[in-house]
């Protein structure tokens, strides 16, 4: 924004950061001031001006008290000039499901601009998770008043050493971000009292994050997404979704196509079960898949060749079953169909997944995809799509394996990117957690 008068030239250049080069008469003529100081939206977190006769700070205060940069406004008398650090920290809490995952990170809006997004970059300075997968493998799925009380148990001392761990102060936090949903009620829970307990403690804003938005965003923390913008395609797959969409901006998604029954990692999940392979089923059947013939079994790849964008697994599931119950019945259930039937079961999904990935550039004409979410730590899937971007002559960006399953970083990394973004920060007022929240009805920034 730049904003000139004939008298006064006041420039607000990158988002919270805004000279003004006046005439020094602030206390008479000071709309442009004042308005710019709105536009920031209480984001300016430094304030530093020239003031050669010393004559403008009591006006100042007095006049714009209520618009003040929340932070910090520092005088400089008669050496001043202004100088913002658009550096934010935020603390991360993921308790949505079953993983214990905090992070604290560092992010600023990157070299080519004020325009967060994209082109932010982020550093992890801590992290720690606690995954309870031995908890729930004894059930062959998530049992939702275990993970609840063993987030309890872990939270508290999983963020006491990412604080530690990071050597950054309480004071220097700049909010302290929770995933608000969707997922188990009572998991939830205990990630948004925990922070809103925090940052009421700490007195710092809250920021409450959709989870899918934080797989979602998730690969743009990697340096190599530099040159990615909106709008951009996502492919979000994980245990509870699998869904196409097609990113504008923050908050800004709008969904092109998603399954009708299962989930991809559902698909994974189901699949390793039938075949006994042990939970969680993705990477016992990617782990199998590698000593397996895929062309032994023939799976379908349900609504591959219609001109939708959605996608269906169930089929595939039973598929699995009838295959399976036939090798039982002939005693041909060994460790070998179980290698083969696994890396059938893989090469059916990554078909999948890269051919609707295909229609839906083609369809949009938009060359720059993301994928996030569980199932994309899948090396086949990477590979697929590795092959798919040179050919195809696109874009694709996964994010590292570790943050693909649930984290704490990619809820800190969301929260920053919205910070930066403008979000207004809201203090803590008791606590809410939304276990169902479409994606498409987030605010946006
Ligand atoms: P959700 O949040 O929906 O539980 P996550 O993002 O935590 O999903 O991902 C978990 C899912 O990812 C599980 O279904 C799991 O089987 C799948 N998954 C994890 N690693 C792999 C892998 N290497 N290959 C395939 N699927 C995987
Ligand atoms: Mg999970």
């Known amino acids: 924004m730049a904003l000139h008068r004939s008298r006064f030239f006041p420039l607000a250049l990158r988002r919270g950061f805004f000279i003004e080069l006046s005439g020094a008469q602030l206390g008479e003529q000071t709309d442009l001031f004042d308005g710019a100081l709105k536009a920031a939206k209480g984001s300016l977190k430094g304030l530093v001006f020239f003031d050669s006769n010393n004559r403008h700070r009591g006006r100042l205060s007095k006049k714009f008290s209520g618009a003040w940069p929340r932070k910090t406004h520092k005088y400089l008398g008669h050496r001043g000039f202004w100088q913002v650090s658009p550096v934010v920290h935020v603390l991360g809490i993921e308790t949505s499901c079953d993983e214990t995952g905090v992070a604290l990170i560092r992010a600023q809006p990157g070299p080519g601009g004020g325009q967060a997004g994209p082109r932010a970059t982020g550093e992890i300075l801590a992290q720690a998770l606690h995954s309870q997968v031995a908890l729930h493998a004894a059930y062959g799925g998530v049992v939702p008043e275990l993970a609840s009380r063993d987030h309890i148990q872990k939270l508290a001392g999983l963020v006491e050493r990412v604080m530690s761990e990071a050597g950054v102060d309480w004071a220097a936090l ?24 925090l940052a009421a403690a700490v007195n710092k804003p809250v920021i409450g994050v959709h989870h899918l938005e934080g797989h979602l965003l998730s690969p743009l923390l990697d340096p190599a997404a530099g040159d990615i913008k909106f709008p951009f395609l996502a492919l979000l797959v994980s245990g509870g979704h699998t869904q196409i969409m097609r990113v504008d901006g923050l908050g800004r998604y709008a969904l092109l196509g998603e399954t009708i029954d299962d989930a991809a990692g559902e698909a994974f999940d189901k699949s390793a079960q039938l075949l006994g392979l042990g939970y969680p089923g993705g990477p016992e059947i990617a782990r199998w898949s590698t000593s397996g013939r895929a062309d032994r079994f023939d799976l379908p790849r349900p609504l591959m060749r219609r001109p939708t964008l959605d996608f269906s697994f169930a089929g595939l599931k039973t598929a699995v079953l009838t295959h399976v119950q ?13 290698a083969d039937m696994a890396a059938a079961v893989q090469a059916a999904i990554v078909d999948v997944l890269t051919g609707k990935c295909r229609k839906a550039m083609r369809d949009t004409e938009i060359h720059q995809l993301v994928i996030a979410g569980g199932v994309g730590a899948n090396q086949a899937l990477r590979q697929a799509f590795a092959e798919f971007s040179r050919q195809d002559q696109c874009q694709v960006l996964f994010a590292p394996p570790h943050l693909c399953t649930d984290n704490g970083v990619m809820i800190a990394w969301a929260a920053a990117l919205r910070v930066l973004a403008g979000q207004p920060p809201s203090r803590a007022s008791g606590f809410s957690v939304r276990p169902r929240w479409p994606l498409t009805e987030l605010p946006l920034v």
């Open 174 to 197: 700049d909010a302290i971000a929770f995933t608000e949903g969707p997922g188990l009620a009572g998991a939830l829970l205990v990630g948004a009292s925990l922070a809103q307990g």
């Open 326 to 338: 036939k090798l039982r019945s002939s005693l041909a259930l060994d460790d070998q169909a179980r």
